[in-house]
Each structure stands twice: as structure tokens, then as C-alpha cells.
T-cell receptor, first 113, second 116 residues
């Protein structure tokens, strides 16, 4: 089955700086890679996703890059703000197979004011 | 995005009692919903897949008689933790897909269960 590794487990940045979280996956058949933000005591919220037919996707301050050859993908947050502080999870699956969605171990991002 | 509502957000119960958690898709029909369990500072672990009108599919190691799932309508799935014990204390989260392609998952806000 799929195995998703996520690094770092914790990340602290100064407000305004950029944050990068990296994930690797093992199953070359995976073609859908979402990122979720989870605030304390709440469920995960989808913030951005990317399919394997594109290498990069951007939505305002958030961007995701995908390297299919190396089987890794990254989340980039620019101009970080204190409200970006949360746990971020990457995940991987095949399109049409949400049951097979495999999550990374999570990254606790802290944005220091 | 689609909205998934989960209730209650927090429940405290005595050992031996049963607890029901509801998961509703508010603005779309969800033929499939998923139930996860999350321990502190850990990732989500899929417990079962809830299919409308049919039996749930449980992941390996999950006791189906302990965690009863009912998906009676296209907008509602329930998880009942039967005869709860302290080791069942955890954060339970549901999710649903908005479309038949099962592409995007939208999560409920979670339920913190504490069994005394």
C-alpha cells in the first residue's frame, strides 16, 4: 500500500517569512495529492490539492509543487500570518479512491508574531 | 466548498454506555462517508467506509460490533460507540465526498470522546 512521509514534524517561522513542508510517497500509481489544515479541536480543512498531470498549483499565498519522478510534493506558504498556525497534513491517493487516501504524519506550524 | 456537519463536538460518558455521533452533509448528497480516529498529535486513521443503504466496510483491526455505523440517507451517517471504555477515548472525525468520483474529501469538525 501507499506510504506517505512528511517533514518536518514541527516548524516555527517568523510572521512574514515563508514556510515549506515536504512529503514523499511510495506508490507511483497515486495521482491525487491534497493538503489539509487542522486547527486545534477541529476537523481537517482542504486548503489546496494537485493532480499528477500538473507540476505546480497556486492559490494566493499557498502553492503546491509536485515531482512525479522523485515522488515528492511540497506545500509552500508565503507571507505567513499568525492565523496560519495549525497542523498541516499531506495525503496521497488515486483519483476515485478516497478510501485509499493515505495521510502524512502532520506538521505543526507555528507563526511567531 | 461543501459543508459537513458533525455533532456533538464533545461528549463525556461513563464506561459501559453507548455514544452516537452524527455526520451530515449539508449542501450535497454523500453516497459515501468515512469515519476516522485521531489520537493526540497523530495522523488520521481510517476506521470504516460508510455506504448509503448498505453495510459499512471496516478497516482491519476495527471491531464492527464496537463501532456501529449506519448510513440511512444520502446526507446522514452515524457512528455509535457501544459499551464505551476509557481506551475508546479519542477524537473521531467523519468526512464525505462531494461527487461520485470520490476526489475531494470534506471533513466534519470532529467529536472529542472522553470515557470516564
Amino acid at each position: 500500500g501507499e506510504n506517505v512521509e512528511q517533514h518536518p514534524s514541527t516548524l516555527s517561522v517568523q510572521e512574514g517569512d515563508s514556510a515549506v513542508i515536504k512529503c514523499t510517497y511510495s506508490d507511483s500509481a497515486s495521482n491525487y495529492f491534497p493538503w489539509y489544515k487542522q486547527e486545534l479541536g477541529k476537523g481537517p480543512q482542504l486548503i489546496i490539492d494537485i493532480r499528477s498531470n500538473v507540476g505546480e498549483k497556486k492559490d494566493q499565498r499557498i502553492a503546491v509543487t509536485l515531482n512525479k519522478t522523485a515522488k515528492h510534493f511540497s506545500l509552500h506558504i508565503t507571507e505567513t500570518q499568525p492565523e496560519d498556525s495549525a497542523v498541516y497534513f499531506c495525503a496521497a491517493s488515486m483519483l476515485g479512491s478516497a478510501r485509499q487516501l493515505t495521510f502524512g504524519s502532520g506538521t505543526q506550524l507555528t507563526v511567531l508574531p | 466548498g461543501a459543508v459537513v456537519s458533525q455533532h456533538p463536538s464533545r461528549v463525556i460518558c461513563k464506561s459501559g454506555t453507548s455514544v452516537k455521533i452524527e455526520c451530515r452533509s449539508l449542501d450535497f448528497q454523500a453516497t459515501t462517508m468515512f469515519w476516522y480516529r485521531q489520537f493526540p498529535k497523530q495522523s488520521l486513521m481510517l476506521m470504516a467506509t460508510s455506504n448509503e443503504g448498505s453495510k459499512a466496510t471496516y478497516e482491519q483491526g476495527v471491531e464492527k460490533d464496537k463501532f456501529l455505523i449506519n448510513h440511512a440517507s444520502l446526507t446522514l451517517s452515524t457512528l455509535t460507540v457501544t459499551s464505551a471504555h476509557p481506551e475508546d477515548s479519542s477524537f473521531y472525525i467523519c468526512s464525505a465526498t462531494q461527487d461520485s468520483s470520490h476526489e475531494k474529501l470534506f471533513f466534519g469538525s470532529g467529536t472529542q470522546l472522553s470515557v470516564l
